[in-house]
Every structure is written in C-alpha cells, then in structure tokens.
C-alpha cells in the first residue's frame, strides 16, 4: 500500500478540517505543501504494536480494496496514522539521502509511490470524521492535526528533497520527459517552492509554527461548526407553532425532540450549515419562522463555548502571514496564483460584474414579494430575511401554479438514482450500477453500487450515505476511499454524501428538486473519479484546481432536467405514473424564479471570503470587530440588502476555513464552464454515447494531468464566457 506524496499533503487538508465543503459540495482537490512545524515524535517511532490486528495496516480482501468498515473501529486510526506516518518518513529520507545523482525515476516516481500506508488511512479517517463521527474520532482528529502538519512540513522543507527536485527541475528540457511527466515535475518544484523551500532556516521555523497552529485551529473550528449547529435547534413547545409543515415534518421534529429527552409535546427543529433554512419556506407562523432563522444567523457568534469568531480572524491573520513570508501580498494572491482564475485582480473584476446583476434580480424579487404580503396579510409588514422563502413560495405559486408538495411525490428517492442518475450513466457513458449488499459499510444508512463498464469490466465502488443525522458534517459532497493510476494500479472507491432528512420507518424519500439536481451534481463528482486514467497519483480524479472541481458535477445537473431522463424516473412513488406534462413545464419554467436572490446570497459570500483573503496580516480585526467587518464589507459592494443574508456568515463558513479559503468563487467560476459546456452538448448530440465518449475522453478521464483551461479547451474548442450562465439564470435575456 503506498501513496503519492502530494496525495498525503491532500489527506492532511482533510485531516486539518473535515468540514470544509458544504452543499453543493466537492471532493477535495490537491492541497497545496502548507509551510511547516516541529516535527512530532510519533514521526521517529512506530508504536510497539502488531500491524496484523489493526484492519487498516493489512491490505482489505474485499472487493476494489474496499476498506473493512466491519472491522475498524474507531481506536484504529490513531496506531494506523502513527504506523503511516513513521513508514513515509523512512521512505522519504532514503529518497533525499540517496547517493546516486536524481532522476526522474529515483526522485519523483519515488515520491509518488512513497507514504501509501498513511494515504489509505488518511482518506479513511478524513471521510469517516466527516460522514460519521465521534467522540473518540474528534479526539484523534485534534491529536493529529498538528502531527500531520509537521510531518508535512519536515517533507516539504527538507533541503536534501529539495536540492533533487531542482536539480531536475534545472535540466527538465534535457530529460526527454512525456507531457505528463514533464507536469509531474514541474509541478513538484513549484509546490515546494510554495510550500517555503527557498525561505531560511529561521523563516522555515516560524512557517512551521504558523502550519501547526493553523492544523489545530482549522479542526477546532469544525468542531464548533458541528456542535453549534447542533446546540442551534430550535424547540418548540406546541404543534400550532409548526403549523404549514407536513406532517411527517412535525413527527421528525417530535422524535427529534424525543431522542434530547425532552417531554413529551415538544418538537425540534435542527439546523443545516447555510444561513437560510428549508422549514422558514413552509411554516405559517413568522414568529416561529424569526426564531429559526435568527437561531441559524447567530450561530458562531454568540459568545458562548462554540463561538468561532476568535478562531476565524485568527487563521486568517496567519494565512496573511505566512503568505507574506512566502513573498505575496496577501493569503488571496496565493491561493488564486494557482487556480484558473489566476489572479485577484479576475476574480474581483467577476465579481463587480455579477453583485449589481445579482442584487438588482434580488431587489425586484423582494419587491414582488412585498406585494404579496401587502396583499395577503391583514396587517402588512416589510419583508424581513426570515419571510422571503415562505413568501417566495407563494409568489412561485401564482406564477407558476405549483408547489413543492404537487411534485414530491415524482421525485422517490430509488427511482431518481436508479432510473434517472444512473439512467442517463448508461445512456452516456454505456456503465451500469448494481447494488452490492454483501459488502460492509460503516452506517446502517449507507449502500453500495459496483460499475461496470459496457462490457461487463468492473470500474470500482460508489458508496452513497444519503440522509443527514447529528454526527455528520452538513451538506454534500464526494470522496475517494480508493484512487486509481497507472503507476500504482488500484481501482477507484468512491462516496456520494448527501443530508436529506431521513423519513420515518415505512415511510418513502420523496425529494424536493434542489435534492434532486444535487444528487446529480455529486454523481457528477464521482464519474470524475471513477473514469480517473492517468498515470500518477497527484493527477487522479479531482486533482484539479479547486476553481475547476465543480465544472464536471455542475455539467452533469443538466441531465436532471433532460426530458428523457425526467420521463424515465419523474414516476408517483404510489401509481407510477409519470409525471404530468403540464406540471413538469412549469416547474421546468420556474428554474429562473429566485435567480436573484440564489445569486445574490452565494455571491456575498464569495465576496466575503475574498475580503477576508484580501487583508495583510496588520489588517485583520480584532474579535469584538468581526462581524462588524462582514457589515462594511457587505455595505461596500452595496450588498447589504437585508432580506438576503450571505449564504454563509463568517463564523460557520466551512469552505473558507477549509479547502476553498479565497476559492469560494469557484462555484460560478465552474458554472461559467458548465453554462457554455452545456450550450455545446445540446448543439452536439446531447445524451448519446458519442457526447458521453468525447467529455469521458477529454474531461473526466484527465484528473489534473493538464492545465484544466486547455482541458476545457480540448471538450469545447472554445473558450467561455459569462453571458450564458447569466441567461441560464434569468439574470439577463438572451440579447445581453
């Protein structure tokens, strides 16, 4: 078993913060060598245990190397990180401290063959803390956060590596290097540059204190998220204040109620990890609807255990820091160095292009809702952040003469994956699922779906782990057990993560549409990762920019709305019948209603992270002062349209403390791809094997092995632009 060494410094992003994606969330793409600090002890020393009693330090029999999720327990992973650990820096010494001059072959394949003990096990445990965990696993997950940053860091900070890497970096154009291997090692070079290589001996002790406070500080912040989130519920104690749920709605928050011992008569209302809500569009009651809504806004703020103000400016004023040391002007200009996008300067420059778009729909939005409340209520009153959705819903429904509860009965959870995601699967690509119920999974919710190919060749593993539950992080994303290359072989072991509330027993998983598309937009991921064809490690699957991740997953939503694959899954869960016509063209009609108000809250929040990112270390504000930045922050763009809060606030803003830190933009980054993507499918065959074959070919099978705008390019023969995506979202008409 062994690993890439940029595929470890990937595992201990995850390792460092386990939230850092929520919906429509991704997998983690490579992280960037993080700067350093005092190597940990467990470094030097394996524990004195037997490796054949931990099932994570024996290669699994099962099938595709499935981990053994009946035999881990929890315990494991302390002993198995520790084992990793000790055996990749065995390995890595013996590659810088190898006689022979470098080569290629003695420097970075070996890198990339090194450390897979501690990649298995890290995938393992990042995904678990994640999707499933526990006290013992927060435990460890505290523990080694900062071992894994110093085992990080004396790796990207050994002047010995280093000195072999530029050494082959120096003669690249005499080494006869195939593209990809050329990239390999290009990209090697840079990475460890970044990662503070070049700085003194001095400045390479600071950057190690700096990465070993930010391990801690980044798991202590999802910690919080997690236990707010959870300590957030909101209770109420009588069924009237419910009143506009369903009724199986009032029973989960009853039992939920019931599973916090609380009496019998009480109901519960838990949160998810955005600042708006999906029982604030039903509930009838707007003091019940206040309540909920500002018990979701406060979280992280309210001065109590769970408060993460602290640990936000904080770890921003050590990114800014550390970015200094390593010669950038702020944490902004060296994450988007990297990325697609470039520079500061192109993100900024989307972004002054959207916000007025975006809030100019919201204002219009708002003001067709008041309307609706001048006219309906007996004692109007303006619209606040905590009406818009319930609102929103009856302004839908006098446009578009439907509501959620008309098509849920259409969308039954079996039949949008089996007959709609995995139908248009086969219709694109000619792969096939079956569900294998032999294999063992770590919750009783989770399934497991083998692919093949057309003929018959088995692909790897999708786990899906689909309801929400109290000990998993909120909203939904894709990750890899399992990667393939051709270096190291292996297949690829997938999980699909969504949080749809788990119906009571008997009951069926009607979805709503947003459910619906999400659950395509994760399959997305995960044919991203099960097409995976390259040749090394660093550049499997979703090893992409993290502006780039989400371009495959949103391009593949679009089948949720294709009409032959809405015909073969859109059936009443009772009758089958399809879906009728009539009601299928208007919620088809109503995709652009609330355009708006969707892309004015997720662009506040990507211009928050970037302000954030944007600051110098001298910059940041003091505790007392953080909200009151996102205010003027909000104020300054002329976002501060009080109806429509950012998606996220500072103080629960997983992706900014996690792997998309300044790199929030990259959901209408990706959506500018995907729009014009879309465009090119639909004039070029649309669902057919030979359009599945062409983005297998030259998107999905590529992982990282090219620069991802000549991917793009090699998919579209053009490059994008913003117009289609504006359309798409009604924002402006097709003349501009």
């Known amino acids: 078993m062994r690993v890439t060494l940029i595929a470890c410094l990937m595992i201990t992003a995850a390792l460092l913060v386990s939230a850092c994606s929520e919906p429509p969330e991704p997998p983690e793409p490579p992280a960037e060598p993080t700067p350093p600090a005092e190597p940990a002890e467990a470094v030097d020393e394996a524990p004195e245990t037997e490796e054949d009693t931990n099932p994570l330090l024996v290669e699994s029999d099962l099938p595709y190397g499935m981990p053994p999720f009946d035999q881990i327990e929890d315990e494991h992973f302390r002993e198995a990180l520790e084992v990793g650990m000790a055996e990749h820096a065995e390995e890595i010494e013996a590659i810088a401290g190898n006689p022979e001059p470098p080569t290629f072959q003695n420097t970075i394949v070996a890198m990339e063959a090194a450390g897979q003990v501690l990649g298995y096990v890290g995938r393992v445990f990042s995904n678990l803390a994640g999707a499933n965990t526990s006290d013992t696993l927060q435990d460890i997950q505290r523990e080694m956060a900062p071992k894994m940053s110093a085992h990080q860091d004396a790796i990207n900070l050994n002047p010995d590596l280093f000195a072999r890497i530029e050494t082959l970096y120096e003669q690249r154009d005499e080494l006869d290097l195939d593209a990809e291997s050329l990239r390999l090692l290009e990209e090697y070079y840079i990475r460890f540059v970044r990662a503070g290589a070049q700085l003194s001996e001095e400045e390479k002790d600071t950057l190690r204190e700096i990465n070993s406070e930010l391990a801690e500080l980044g798991t202590e912040f999802s910690q919080k998220v997690l236990a707010e989130v959870n300590d957030s519920a909101v209770v109420f104690d009588n069924r009237e204040a419910l009143a506009g749920l369903s009724d199986s709605a009032i029973d989960r928050a009853a039992s939920e109620a019931a599973d916090r011992d609380l009496e019998e008569g009480h109901y519960v209302i838990t949160l998810l990890n955005t600042s708006g809500q999906p029982p604030l569009a039903d509930l009838d009651n707007r003091e019940s609807r206040q309540r909920v809504h500002e018990a979701s806004l406060n979280r992280g703020s309210r001065g109590n255990e769970h408060d993460t103000r602290d640990i936000v400016r904080r770890v921003v004023e050590l990114r800014a820091r550390r970015a200094e040391m390593l010669g950038y002007d702020t944490h902004a200009d060296y994450i988007l160095e990297r990325q697609t996008a470039g520079s500061v300067e192109t993100v900024n420059d989307m972004h002054r292009q959207v916000v007025p778009i975006a809030f100019e729909a919201a204002r219009a939005e708002g003001a067709d809702i008041q309307e609706i409340i001048n006219e309906t209520e007996e004692e109007p009153f303006e619209l606040a952040s905590w009406d818009w959705s319930y609102y929103a819903e009856k302004v839908r429904q006098r446009r578009y003469d439907f509501d959620e509860s008309q098509i849920r009965p259409y969308f039954e959870l079996d039949n949008v994956l089996k007959d709609g995601v995995f139908y248009s699967a086969e219709k694109l690509f000619g792969i096939t699922f079956e569900e294998r119920t032999d294999l063992p999974t770590y919750h009783p919710d989770v399934r497991v779906w083998e692919a093949f190919e057309e003929d018959g060749t088995g692909i790897g593993l999708m786990l899906t782990d689909l309801y929400s539950r109290s000990n998993k992080r909120g909203g939904a994303w894709m990750n890899s057990y399992r990667i393939h290359s051709g270096l190291l072989g292996g297949h690829s072991v997938t999980g699909n993560h969504l949080n749809i509330p788990k119906p009571p027993e008997g009951e069926p998983t009607l979805m709503t549409w947003d459910e619906v598309t999400t659950l395509f937009h994760e399959f997305g991921h995960v044919i991203h990762g099960l097409f995976s064809d390259v040749e090394y490690p660093t550049?499997?699957?979703?090893?992409?920019?993290?502006?780039?991740?989400?371009?495959?997953?949103?391009?593949?939503?679009?089948?949720?709305?294709?009409?032959?694959?809405?015909a073969n899954y859109a059936r009443h869960y009772e009758t089958g019948e399809q879906i009728p016509q009539d009601l299928l063209d208007r919620v088809l009609a109503a995709e652009t209603f609330n355009q708006g108000f969707r892309t004015a809250e997720y662009i506040s929040a990507s211009v928050i992270d970037q302000e954030w990112h944007q600051l110098t270390a001298d910059e940041v504000p003091p505790l007392d002062e953080v909200m009151d930045f996102e205010a003027q922050v909000l104020a300054d763009w002329e976002m501060d349209y009080t109806p429509v809060p950012p998606r996220y606030r500072t103080p629960y803003f997983s992706h900014i403390m996690g792997g998309y830190s300044a790199g929030y933009y990259s959901y209408i980054w990706s959506e500018i791809l995907d729009a014009d993507s879309v465009l090119w499918i639909k004039e070029n065959g649309g669902l057919d094997r030979e359009t599945g074959q062409h983005l297998r070919d030259?998107?999905?099978?590529?992982?990282?092995?090219?620069?991802?705008?000549?991917?793009?390019?090699?998919?579209?023969?053009?490059?994008?632009?913003?117009?289609?995506?504006l359309e798409r979202r009604g924002l402006i008409d097709d003349e501009g």
């Open 539 to 566: 550049f499997a699957a979703t090893s992409v920019p993290r502006d780039f991740v989400e371009y495959p997953s949103q391009v593949y939503e679009m089948w949720a709305a294709w009409p032959e694959v809405l």
């Open 698 to 725: 030259t998107i999905l099978s590529q992982g990282g092995s090219k620069d991802a705008m000549e991917l793009y390019q090699d998919f579209a023969g053009r490059l994008p632009t913003i117009e289609p995506v």
